[in-house]
Structure formats: C-alpha cells, structure tokens
C-alpha cells in the first residue's frame, strides 16, 4: 500500500508529491498524459518585471525534484475508477489497482467547446491544443489563423502564437445562439477583456479599464467600441464582430465573420471572408472532477471558480476521509495558485499520515496561496475571492449539518 496517490502531474500534483516525498512519504503520481507537467507545458509568458515564466522549465524542475525524491510515476495510464473500501482508497487503471489511505485529485481543467457552423472541419482546433502543438511539441498550429472567443486564456495563447511566428489575423466573437450566450455577447465579454488591460499595449483598453467601472460606462464602451477593434500585441480584437462560419472544401480556407450590434445580434449584409489556414476556439476552462463526483464528494456551481467544484477547505481537504483534492479542479486559477495550493495539500496529507508539527507550516502556506492569487499578473475569473468565499461558506454549513466543523 501507498502512502498517498496522487492522481495529475500538473503543478499542484508535482508540488504535493515534492512536499510529501521531502517528509519522508512515499508518492505514487499517475498521469494519462506521456509526460509530467500539465497545463505547464504549454505556458510561456512574460512577466511583469520582464523575466519569462517558461511553463516547460518550471515542469522539468519538478519532475527531476521530484524523481530525485523516490516518487513513482506511471504516466500514460488513465485511471477509470475510484472507490472507498473499509479505509482505503482504491485506483483502478488499466495498469492495475492502487490501494492508499491518501489520495489527492490534482486533474486540472478542460476546455468548453463552442459550437460555431462548420467547426468539424480539418484545421479547427481549440485554443489550447494550439497552445500544446507550438509550446511543448513546437509544430505550428498553421500559417495564419483566427481565434474565436474573446477571454483570458484565448488573449494568453495569442501572445504565445504570435511569439512562435503564428499570424493571428484577429481575436473576434461567435455568433451569438442559446449555445454561446456568454461567448457572444460584447457587453459580457469586454469584463473579461479589462481584466487583462494591463497586458495591452492599446491605450483604449489600459485606460478603458480604469473607466468602465460601472454598467452604464460599459455599455457607452461597447457601444462606441472601434469597428475595427483594438489591437493587443498588434493583434486586432473585434468585439463588435463575429464569425458566422467555418469554410473550406476538405479543410480551413477562411471564416465569414459579420459585424454585430451591442447585444451580439448580427446586422444584415455586413459579412466578409477572411482567409486562415486554422481556426482555434476559446470557450474558457471548466474544473475537471469527474473523478471527485465518482468518489461521492458534494459539488457546488461557483461561477466564480469556474463551474462546478467539489467541497473542499482552506487545507484543500475534502469531506471525505484522506480525500484531497488542489489546483484547477477547486477553481480556474493560474499554475503559481495551484503549486501553492499543492503544497498545502501536501502538508495536509503529511499531517494525515501521522507527520508531526506542521500546524504553522500548514497556516503558513494557506497565506502564501493567498498572496499568490492576490498578486496573480493574469486572473481567470475577476471575482475569485467571493468564489472562495462562497466555497468556505458551504464547507462550514456542511460540517455544521453533520453536527460539527472539522
């Protein structure tokens, strides 16, 4: 039997298992991707006093940390099952089972896809897919493309792309449905677009943020938006357009886009075709916790966070006895918040497994996290502090409900 399992090798499993393994607790990391790192592996950025976070560089350090400690990896293995039998935790994966009294679910976020009229088209990917092909496997996602889907992680990519000699012709909206409401609504997405002004070279969108403040102010924004879009890394970013269609014979050729009205609705005779050899679309990550409802742990919808996410404290405990969970399934943050919260679980794990005098550690680390989510240079979702808040909330009526507060 294992000590703890952790399941994901992205930056809060890697630091967990370092955290563990540096206390003298032997560490099993199962991952169905064929290298450690996680949404690491993609990331390369520039940071506010110049340097680079280089995602790939960060995942090295870990994983040879972490090797060096005695954790045992098996990557390409998918786990297809979990259960609670007696004390133990039970992993079922197509390499066997697993037994542990600590398991930490550490599995990261997926993407939404949007749904935009000839998507299944060879040359149409996600946004983050292209963001693995150039960053960790350095082929081109193509030529010239155009992204759909305004928001954080599609301004992030683009950044990337353009680094790697990848034309982005435009970062533009889907046509507004009951599917992509959100995505195709300008009012709802300049939020989104502010909240990254400080990245943007363009004055209209530095100096915009600081303005619009309120609903009428956004609104007045939106609708004297210029028709040809702002520009953030000379990339134009339409929010008063929209791509109506995906065309090509047996691949990407272009994308018809047309422009809408404040409210996303498209006004008639205004379509064009712009020629792209890909298409990526953007609609935003999701915490990834099939794995945590498989095990039973209750989930709250936190829009904040970023969807559902399973029941958990500051100490990233869950609920459920030696069930632990850190990093993007508690909530869409970036990976400096999740390797934070990874060491608090790995102390929280530690504390479990009979490790004494980590109390102030423990408290120590919960501040770090938080320090690190406050001076975050790229946020998710600008209202994460209610989202966690609001999670904090539902853990102490929970606990209250089961006759006490652990």
């Known amino acids: 039997m294992d000590n703890v399992i952790i399941i994901g090798s992205g930056p809060a499993g890697l630091t967990a298992a370092v955290t563990c393994a540096e206390l003298g607790i032997k560490v099993v990391i199962i991952d169905e ?85 000839g998507w299944t088209l060879p040359g149409v990917m996600s946004v983050g897919a292209a963001q693995v092909m150039t960053n960790v496997h350095r082929v081109k996602p193509g030529e010239r493309g155009v992204i759909i889907g305004v928001n954080v992680l599609s301004a992030a990519i683009a950044m990337e792309l353009q680094l790697a000699g990848v034309e982005i012709a435009c970062l533009t909206l889907p046509k507004i449905n009951s599917v992509t409401e959100e995505a195709g609504n300008p009012r709802k997405v300049l939020d989104s677009l502010l909240h990254v002004s400080h990245m943007a070279p363009s004055p209209f969108v530095k100096y915009g943020s600081k303005l619009m403040q309120n609903d009428f102010m956004k609104k007045l924004g939106i609708t004297f938006y210029p028709k040809n879009g702002v520009k953030m890394w000379d990339i134009p970013i339409h929010l008063r357009k929209a791509v109506t269609e995906i065309y090509g014979k047996h691949e990407v050729e272009g994308v018809t886009i047309a422009t809408i009205d404040a409210n996303g609705e498209v006004v008639p005779g205004s379509e064009e075709h712009i020629q792209v050899d890909f298409v990526c679309i953007a609609g935003g990550l999701y915490p990834l916790a099939e794995l945590a409802a498989v095990a039973g742990c209750p989930f709250y919808l936190v829009e904040e966070l970023g969807g559902y996410v399973p029941l958990h404290n500051e100490r990233m405990e869950s609920p459920l006895e030696g069930l632990y969970v850190a990093g993007n399934i508690t909530g869409i943050e970036g990976a400096k918040v999740a390797a934070a919260q990874g060491r608090t679980a790995g102390l929280s794990i530690a504390q479990h497994a009979g490790v004494k005098g980590l109390d102030i550690e423990i408290k120590y680390s919960i501040e770090i996290t938080e320090e690190t989510r406050n001076s975050a240079y790229i946020q998710f979702h600008p209202e994460i502090e209610e989202g966690r808040r609001k999670i904090l909330e539902q853990w102490e009526a929970y606990h209250c409900s089961k006759g006490g507060v652990r």
């Open 33 to 117: 991707y064929m290298i450690a790192g996680g949404r690491l592996l993609g990331q390369l950025y520039e940071e506010p006093n110049g340097s680079w976070w280089n995602g790939i560089e960060e995942s090295k350090k870990l994983y040879n940390k972490a090797m060096n400690l005695g954790v045992e990896f098996y990557l390409n293995t998918t786990v297809n099952h979990i259960e609670k039998r007696d004390d133990l935790w039970i992993v079922h994966t197509e390499k066997g089972e697993f037994y542990t009294n600590n398991l930490l679910l550490a599995t990261g976020a997926a993407e939404s896809p949007v749904p935009v009229l």
